[in-house]
């Protein structure tokens, strides 16, 4: 194996995602330690133009696949293509943003190249050159440091782990990647994708998230959510008590059988903090509980508190958050 | 149709870590072990498949001869047999449990497998992945709807950014989302008829390891805990706080 970091790198809506450009970031600080060309792969409608754009992060290689039949995700396709990118320029680390694609395609990679594979990571360092990584487990109830026996390491990395930083100033390439198969003969083919309306960012991504309970008392409550999530810009969450009574849709569920957040700030409103939530969250930056119960588990946690009902406090938090962002 | 679900046997989500005197591994004294929440779904999919195509339904388990008793449970809720690849080593790496997984399912007959997209205890999403290169089929990751059609599927899989729809040729293997279904309850006829269903032990194949935990730590602490004050009069001073100590907004 050589020196190269190989970054896998989502194109979304005709921009590079946030989890890639942090996949990015950590592969600059990997390069700078190996010695050796940061380099990324990218697949998908759009990719060739958008490439030279990563020079922004100092890559210096891109090998991208463009065209209609690299709607991404679809692994069955894409798997094949980062194996001819491992083979083209013999990695040290292999970093993915731990996303829906990303997190097929580790494991895929890693199965082919018979090696091990640390996923949803949120540290990764080389003492020695040899991999020390943490990953969350248990929802976060527990950080596990793990290693890895042999490269190229693979590796992806949770979103809102690694903070965006340019490092502009090495030019940069773009080459051609033939897809190493034939994609007429998939066996799963992706028919249509479905994306929300952008409006409010993605949960795992957002750096402002606003998270409703049952102290709600009915769905229709989760509007002032919604109000107070929009005047941050934030995501909307909800406990698992308010999605498996139906009210919100699972991919909202923070905890252990949901997602897990980081942000920079978040608000649990009338959640009393079951450790089924607490997992999902604890690792915020900054906490902000409103619970009519002074008892509630939440406070134990939460770096500000307000005591009292979220009928009363919401709307007036959602009016001076309102003022602050106009002025 | 031979339809396979994978079940893992993992802590209960209400678990309160400790960790064990070695530093590197959880403690495991008194602690309640489950069917990992996402393989109740796969189990639910899996029965229901069976209703409308006909076939039977195999539990896969690699796990301590522990894991009976959640294999008892599949087949409390309607599971036809049990096989469980009994393994010694308390905790396997991804690549060594699917491995040990391929090993077995070379060995049964399958036209659709399903998992969980995760376990709840490692949290890895790899066995579904790892095992469509291992074994050459096609996978779709957190499936929240299937629509099986003869040899063909129609599988809707939960994205960052929405959903996509996959038409898939069986056999084919699902990693299931949580919400594709609601599970059943055993019912006492169920449990009586799990009595004399087959459970099949055989030792799980060996297969490295290429993943090796180090240590296992709770995380820092949160200190947290200051009240800023009662109802909504306390809102300016949260955002004082928020804005000038807690340096955001």
């Not at chain 1, 896998?8 to 060309?37: H, V």
């Not at chain 1, 998230?209 to 909307?236: N, T």
């Not at chain 2, 809707?156 to 990693?175: K, M, N, Q």
């Amino acid at each position: 194996m050589g020196n190269a970091v190989l970054v896998f790198t989502e194109l979304l809506g005709g921009a590079f995602r946030k989890g890639s450009l942090e996949a990015l970031t950590l592969g600059r600080d990997l390069a700078d330690q190996f010695q050796g060309p940061l380099v990324a792969v990218t697949a998908g409608e759009g990719v060739a133009a958008a490439a030279p754009s990563l020079a922004r992060f100092g890559v210096q290689r891109v090998l991208a696949a463009d065209g209609p039949a690299w709607k991404l995700p679809a692994g069955e396709a894409t798997a094949p293509l980062l194996h001819e990118a491992v083979k083209k320029t013999a990695p040290v680390v292999v970093l993915f943003s731990a996303g829906t694609a990303g997190r097929e395609l580790a494991p895929r990679l890693a199965q082919r190249l018979d090696v091990g594979c640390a996923v949803d990571c949120t540290a990764v360092r080389f003492p020695g050159g040899k991999p020390e990584i943490v990953r969350p487990v248990y929802a976060g109830k527990a950080l596990a440091t793990v290693t890895l026996d042999r490269p190229p390491y693979v590796i992806s990395l949770r979103p809102n782990a690694v903070t965006v930083k340019e490092r502009p100033g090495a030019p940069i390439t773009v080459e051609t990647l033939a897809p190493g198969i034939d994609l007429g003969s998939l066996h799963a083919v992706l028919q249509s994708v479905a994306e929300r309306p952008v409006g409010r960012p993605e949960l795992p991504e957002a750096d402002v998230v606003v998270s409703g309970g049952r102290g709600l008392k009915a769905p229709e409550h989760f509007k002032m959510i919604e109000e107070l999530a929009d005047a941050l810009g934030a995501a909307v969450g909800a406990s698992r008590a308010v999605v498996d009574a139906g009210w919100r849709p699972h991919r909202e569920q923070v905890g252990q059988t949901g997602k897990t957040v980081a942000p920079q700030l978040y608000f649990a409103i009338g959640i009393s903090g079951a450790i089924q939530h607490l997992a999902g969250m604890s690792s915020s930056k900054c906490i902000v509980a409103v619970n009519k119960d002074p008892n509630a588990p939440i406070f134990q946690l939460a770096d500000y508190g307000i005591v009292g009902d979220a009928f009363e406090i919401v709307p007036v938090l959602t009016a001076e958050v309102r003022k602050l962002k106009r002025s | 149709m031979h339809i396979v679900v994978l079940m893992k046997r993992v802590p209960t989500t209400e678990l309160r870590v400790k960790i064990a005197s070695d530093g590197k591994s959880l403690d495991l004294a008194g602690v309640e072990h489950v069917v990992n929440p996402y393989d109740e779904f796969a189990i639910e999919e899996a029965l229901r498949t069976r209703e409308k195509q006909g076939g039977e339904v195999t539990v896969v388990c690699l796990g301590p001869a522990e894991a009976q008793k959640e294999l008892k449970t599949c087949l409390a809720l309607g599971v036809d047999r049990a096989v469980l690849a009994q393994d010694a080593a308390p905790a396997r790496d991804s690549a060594s449990a699917a491995q040990a997984l391929a090993a077995v399912l070379k060995t049964i007959p399958h036209d659709v497998i399903f998992c969980g997209k995760l376990a709840v205890d490692d949290q890895n999403y790899q066995i579904g992945p790892r095992l469509a290169e291992l074994l050459g089929l096609p996978v779709v990751t957190a499936v929240s709807k299937l629509d099986l059609q003869g040899d063909r599927a129609r599988a809707r899989s939960e994205t960052d950014a929405g959903s996509a729809e996959y038409e898939v040729r069986l056999p084919a293997i699902f990693t299931v989302e949580k919400g594709i279904n609601e599970p059943r309850y055993p019912s006492l006829k169920g449990i009586m008829a799990a009595k004399a269903k087959p459970v099949t032990t055989a030792p799980a194949a060996d297969a490295p390891a290429h993943l090796t935990q180090l240590r296992l730590e709770l995380p820092p602490k949160r200190t947290g805990g200051k009240i800023v004050g009662k109802g909504p009069e306390a809102v300016p001073e949260l955002l004082r706080l928020l804005r000038e100590e807690a340096r955001l907004l």
